[in-house]
């Protein structure tokens, strides 16, 4: 912050890197943040490794919904992204990739018959296979992923034409698509129809799916979900066009959590295929249908009395027979943060935008030209520095630059101006460890051409002004020695500064001790949403702070000491525009190697003095150290915290504690209305 603040003194000096990991997460005392993007149990979109600099952009997708989930030692859904990419126009050619040990992202550039009619290959685990445009297709076959297979993603292909002539085929098992056993699948963008029995099945536990954004047609049985008596499954169903179907639309058996919305069930009027019934709620499933439309379907929703079913928000057109709810199923916001759309928009939406799309799966070396810049200090790259790369992308840009930058330590400052916005900047390395951009200003430090000193927000290391940035897998650092500049007056030194909208950091290290991380917006009047997930933040006085809507989620928040050893500090300094969500802090861990009740949570900035701020923040189901204090908040400049918005939820560990008048906790009711996506809005987080 640009402003000197009451308790926040400027001496301090490094300490040893230290990452305070949760109890539950490692050993006690175990300090190392180790190149498993997985120790934080952040899902999806989070957490692999990053792919090599020749991936292209599609081939870094990872799933949403249940398929984003740790569990079974899984880290969320990111296919073959760490593996090569090659191209396969054969059957032969797709069975040898696609049944290797290795991980490989399969592009299918042609139509592939299979032989015989029915053949599924058995795809083995951490395998992304994808159609090229419009163009791949799998013909007279399709996939079957057998027990423990895991980490598959089955995108934008065409799989089609088993039918053998009888409707109701009991003597042909052909799907499209089968897992037995399977866990951690997304299956997207995909055209399935015409085969002989089930377009998809979810069989005999497999768990921690997603289906999104397919059309499924011209079938008697589109999807089907259990074949087990345990109840083990869970699975996310959205956005796809099921059409002129008769059953298993999809009938989902004995699953433990199964999240259906933004669906659009179709039974087409004056032709011989009729809907027997929708979606089927069987068995001991808890299901939760929202936000879905149903045109014409007989018996749109059905449930068994032993099963539950959640409905809200659904259209329904035409339909007739049975539609049925009961019971209490389960909040799929605590599993995952989503925004479905309006069931009203269900239809153009999905008619538009579902099955293969001509911009995935792309050529590997087409997208590297045009969207990937490579950045190595040994000369191996495009370019040396990162900065030279960000000049390198066109002003104005439309579509998402990669920028690919190999291990090593860059000294150096950055900036993404606010006219270069779809940039990423990844690390290639191993471990976000490997790939350190870092640099040493401070608010008070001189600028080298004598017009002043940088300013809190100048001091940055990287400065990030443009919209739909995202960065993963490296270190942003600012190693300022307050010991050895004590003659300075602004001792504030941020290692990252964003100032825009849909800002997502994923997989990263944002280390420093005051003002390691300053959040903002691009104006007082503008929104700006930032989505730090599977990261590590470090500091010791206001280290996560401004005015953006933020959420830092599954991540570890370490405490530091200062430069002469001592304890104490402020995680938190939100400085919110009213009417707007400030500092979310969800399902993380706080703690670090200093003492106890040393830290509060956070206190109000109310930056300039502006009293027409109304700072919040929010920590909920989140491991709180012993370094917190029982009265967790405090004053600042002035303003009290108890006019602003501070509060907990559901928090745990030795620095946690009951509500009080010095210690406001959400209701249920309120903290309902505080999850990750009500923070983030219309805006879902994706890897690109």
Known sequence: MSENRNNAPHPRGRSVLAVGVPVVL???????????????????????????AAAPVWATAVADGFASVDSQGQNGTY????????????????????????????????????????????????????????????????????????NVIIRNLTIRDTYQGVWNDKEHDFDAIQMDGAHHVWIDHNDLRHMADGLIDVRKDSTNVTVSWNK???????????????????????????????????????????????????????????????????????MVLEN???????????????????????????????????????????????????????????????????SIGASAASVKAATTLTVAKDGSGQYSTVQAAVNAVPVNNASRVVIAVKPGTYRETVKVPANKPHVTIQGTGGSRKDTVIVYNNAAGTPK????????????????????????????????FDEKANQNLSGHQAVALRTAADKVFLDGVIVDGDQDTLLLDTAAKDRLGRVYVVNSYV??????????????VDRSVITLKKRWDGSSGGYVTAPSTAANRKGILIASSSVGGDV????????????????????????????????????????DMSGFSWKDDRFAEYRNSGAGSGPASTDRPQLTDAQAAAQEVADWLGDWTPTAS
Request: cysteine-free.
């Open 79 to 150: 296919g073959g992204r760490d593996g090569q990419v090659v191209t396969v126009r054969t059957r032969a050619e797709l069975e040898k990739y696609a049944t290797a040990t290795e991980p490989y992202v399969i592009v299918v550039a042609a139509a592939i018959d299979m032989n015989p009619v029915g053949k599924e290959i058995k795809v083995r685990s951490d395998k992304t296979i994808v159609g090229s445009g419009t163009s791949g297709h799998i013909v007279g076959g399709g996939f079957f992923l057998g027990s423990g297979v895991h």
């Open 538 to 551: 470090m500091g010791n006085v206001d280290f996560i702070f401004g005015r953006a809507t933020a959420v």
């Open 26 to 52: 490692t050993a006690a005392g175990a300090l190392a943040y180790g190149p498993d993007l997985g120790l934080l149990g952040a899902g999806a979109q989070q957490r692999a490794v990053a792919a090599a």
């Open 292 to 358: 879905s439309f149903f045109q014409g379907m007989n018996n749109p929703v059905i449930k068994d009395t032993t099963a539950t079913l959640v409905q809200r928000g659904n259209v329904f057109s035409g339909t007739s027979g049975r539609n049925e709810s009961g019971g209490a199923a389960f909040d799929p916001k605590n599993y995952y943060p989503y925004t479905p759309d309006s069931a009203s928009n269900v239809p153009s939406l999905l008619k538009a935008g579902t099955g293969p799309r001509s």
């Open 448 to 479: 080298p051409d004598g017009s002043g000193t940088y300013g809190t927000g100048g001091s940055a290391t990287v400065a990030v002004e443009a919209d739909d940035f995202q960065a993963r897998n490296l270190t942003f650092s600012n190693d």
């Open 216 to 286: 499924l047609s011209d079938d008697n049985k589109a999807f089907g979900i259990g074949w087990t008596d345990n109840v083990v499954t869970d699975i996310t169903i959205h956005h796809n066009w099921i059409r002129e179907t008769e059953q298993r639309n999809p009938s989902t058996d004995n699953a433990a959590h199964a999240h259906l919305y933004n669906n659009f069930l179709e039974d087409a009027a004056d032709t011989d295929i009729k809907s027997s019934y929708g979606n089927y709620s069987r068995g001991r499933t808890a």
């Open 595 to 634: 003492s106890a009740s040393s830290f509060h949570l956070g206190r109000p900035w109310h930056a300039g003095g502006d009293a027409t701020l109304d700072p919040q923040t929010t920590v909920r189901n989140t491991t709180l150290g012993a370094a917190v204090k029982s009265t967790p908040w405090t």
